[in-house]
């Protein structure tokens, strides 16, 4: 078979474990999306193909793959789009590249034990650094079937990853063989290869399937709602929109839908990411009407504490006390802008703020480096580097509810297991997520957003509520299951009853250990290649 149509095949493959709309009968795909990739690096090597045809397919099939999966993010700006598709591609061509050079130097053997250990080491990276945007990691394909891998609470989402290419390799080799010969042609025990991937297969889905039928809800109860305004952000929700609806009504908007929902036992309301949009300067913020506004309600529903996503400023006193975000004007001096999740505990309480911390590359945080080249994209919201925080604040549990300790994710902040595992080792018996993912009007980015939702609570153990502005509103319980979601592109609200854990699982507790293990292994791994390259180099002259 071609190359070419390898390569194709391959992403296509891929792709369907991150459908339009993820469905469990598509995740099987994963199981085989690699195999194309591992056939055409095979027969490249075999005819001798030069390091540049190797690469090209290469990326080829990760550019199509990137294309397929991510292609709505230029709904919201088409060059960011690209930039994403193009660059990421890139990136992932260099755990491949790691193993063809590892395979070529220390055989074959090695080589394709250290697939898997590059690739993970290469998604642990992505977790962490500038550049950061794991959409992709092979684990997340499992968000639509998460009854498959409620073993996650043990390894987070990288063991998915692990479980990926364990089957992959193995269907690989159970086809073709070490030596490239067809299974067909090889008599007696070969034949047991098979019984490897099916294995592989099965031993973790029943795992996970035992773990599941006999795990129960824990904690305490409470009531919560979630708000879903629904304000297009490109016409309506912001300021100099052709439809643009002034911010008091904006609120009165989020009040009115709250109170359509709002029980005595209510004890906890979200509102999505932004919906206070206008810039708040966080010392004088409780002089602002809409802030009084949302006081004197809360006076009104005693025993209610009210989450909501806001904008905010914050300034410092001289340019050695400012950080490395912040912005100057000479009226203003130094200061900076906030992506914020402000908490009122009760209508007295002052507000608790919590400033996202895990930003989107070339939007809230552009690195040094492409400051000067991608510093006009807009995805939405402020554009350039905006401040952030170190540490994950866990809301204080409000009068009435002491059990009801509460986590701010805000929208991209949900694609990370080991960010959010930090708010459950600070005490967070409740995961909430305020988002707005209007940008990317009514596409697959969204809907993979909203169950990537469904992963974080399985490595956490914790439930899960969820305003978004418009996209997915409700709620997941400690299972993974969705247990109630609002339809998209409405204005609604919606209310649950949700758990309140206060146990650590084992993932919570001892962080990546499959990422860090596989980093610290590809470090060991190129050492040896390097020197057994040398090696090679010395006895060939």
């Given at each position: ?8 095949l ?5 792709w369907g474990?991150?459908?339009p709309?993820p ?8 199981f085989i ?12 090597t075999?005819q ?13 099939f990760l ?9 709505w ?9 690209i ?8 990136l992932?061509c260099?755990?491949?590249?790691a193993f063809?050079q ?9 080589g394709y ?7 993970i080491?290469?998604?642990?990276l992505?977790l962490h650094?500038?550049?950061t ?11 639509a079937?998460?009854q498959?891998?409620?073993w996650?609470e043990y390894t987070?989402?990288?063991g998915?990853s692990?479980w ?5 390799l ?13 299974f ?6 070969r ?11 099965w031993?973790?889905?029943t795992?996970s ?5 006999n ?9 919560v ?7 297009d ?10 439809k643009?609806v002034?911010?008091?009504?904006q609120?009165?908007r ?5 109170e ?16 206070l949009?206008?810039?708040y ?18 006076r009104?529903h ?8 806001i904008?905010?400023?914050?300034s410092y006193?001289n340019k050695?006390?400012?950080?490395e975000?912040?912005?100057y004007r ?5 200061y900076?802008?906030?992506?914020t999740?402000?908490?009122?505990a ?19 945080k ?13 995805l939405?919201?402020t ?12 809301y204080?549990?409000?009068?009435g509810?002491?059990?009801?300790r509460?986590?701010p994710i ?5 694609i990370?297991?080991?960010?959010v595992?930090e708010?459950?080792?600070n005490?967070?018996?409740l995961?909430s997520v ?6 990317w ?10 169950s990537?939702g469904v992963l974080r609570?399985?490595?956490t153990?914790r439930?899960?509520?969820r ?6 509103t409700g709620?997941i319980?400690?299972?993974g ?9 409405i204005p609604?609200a919606?209310?649950?009853t949700?758990h ?13 250990l499959?990422?860090?293990g ?6 060991l791994?190129?050492m ?5 390259g040398?090696?090679?180099?010395q006895l060939a002259?």
């Amino acid at each position: 078979m071609r190359p070419a149509v390898l390569a194709v095949l391959g992403a296509l493959l891929l792709w369907g474990g991150w459908a339009p709309w993820p469905t469990a009968w598509l995740v099987p795909l994963l199981f085989i999306g690699w195999v194309p990739y591992l056939l055409l690096e095979r027969q490249l090597t075999l005819q001798g193909a030069s390091k540049r045809t190797v690469f090209g397919y290469t990326y080829l099939f990760l550019v199509l793959w990137n294309a397929l999966t991510t292609w709505w993010v230029s709904y919201a700006e088409l060059t960011a789009g690209i930039a994403a598709v193009v660059l990421n591609a890139l990136l992932m061509c260099l755990p491949l590249m790691a193993f063809r050079q590892t395979k070529k130097r220390l055989g074959s053997r090695v080589g394709y034990a250290s697939l898997p250990i590059f690739w993970i080491a290469f998604e642990q990276l992505h977790l962490h650094w500038d550049l950061t945007w794991p959409w992709l990691t092979l684990g997340n394909g499992f968000a639509a079937a998460p009854q498959w891998v409620q073993w996650y609470e043990y390894t987070g989402f990288l063991g998915g990853s692990v479980w990926v290419w364990a089957v992959n390799l193995l269907i690989f080799w159970a086809w073709w063989g070490r030596g490239g010969v067809p299974f067909w042609n090889i008599a007696g025990p070969r034949r047991w290869r098979w019984a490897m991937p099916i294995l592989t297969m099965w031993i973790p889905f029943t795992i996970s399937t035992v773990i599941g039928r006999n795990y129960q809800e824990k904690g305490p109860t409470a009531e919560v709602v979630v708000v879903q305004p629904n304000l297009d952000p490109y016409v309506e929700k912001f300021e100099g929109g052709a439809k643009f609806v002034p911010y008091d009504e904006q609120l009165t908007r989020l009040l009115s839908l709250t109170e359509q929902k709002l029980t005595p036992q209510t004890r906890l309301v979200l509102w999505p990411e932004t919906a206070l949009e206008e810039s708040y300067w966080q010392n004088t913020i409780d002089s602002n009407y809409k802030i009084l506004r949302i006081r004197e309600w809360l006076r009104r529903h005693p025993g209610v504490s009210v989450l909501t996503g806001i904008t905010t400023i914050d300034s410092y006193p001289n340019k050695e006390g400012a950080s490395e975000t912040a912005r100057y004007r000479d009226d203003l001096g130094y200061y900076d802008i906030f992506n914020t999740g402000a908490y009122f505990a009760t209508a007295a309480a002052p507000i608790a703020f919590y400033h996202k911390s895990r930003l989107v590359p070339g939007v809230e945080k552009i690195p040094p480096l492409l400051a000067s080249v991608i510093s006009h994209i807009d995805l939405g919201g402020t554009v350039g580097s905006v401040g952030s925080q170190p540490d994950r604040t866990v809301y204080p549990a409000p009068p009435g509810a002491p059990a009801l300790r509460v986590a701010p994710i805000i929208c991209y902040e949900s694609i990370y297991g080991d960010f959010v595992s930090e708010y459950a080792r600070n005490g967070a018996t409740l995961l909430s997520v305020i988002t707005n993912d209007a940008w990317w009007h009514d596409s697959p980015g969204y809907r993979q957003l909203f169950s990537y939702g469904v992963l974080r609570c399985i490595e956490t153990r914790r439930d899960l509520a969820r305003s978004a502005n418009t996209g997915f509103t409700g709620f997941i319980n400690q299972k993974g299951e969705v247990i109630q979601r609002e339809q998209a592109w409405i204005p609604t609200a919606s209310r649950a009853t949700v758990h309140l854990n206060d146990e650590l699982t084992f993932y919570v507790r001892f962080g990546e250990l499959i990422g860090r293990g596989a980093q610290i292994l590809a470090v060991l791994l190129l050492m040896v290649a390097i020197v057994q390259g040398q090696r090679q180099k010395q006895l060939a002259r």
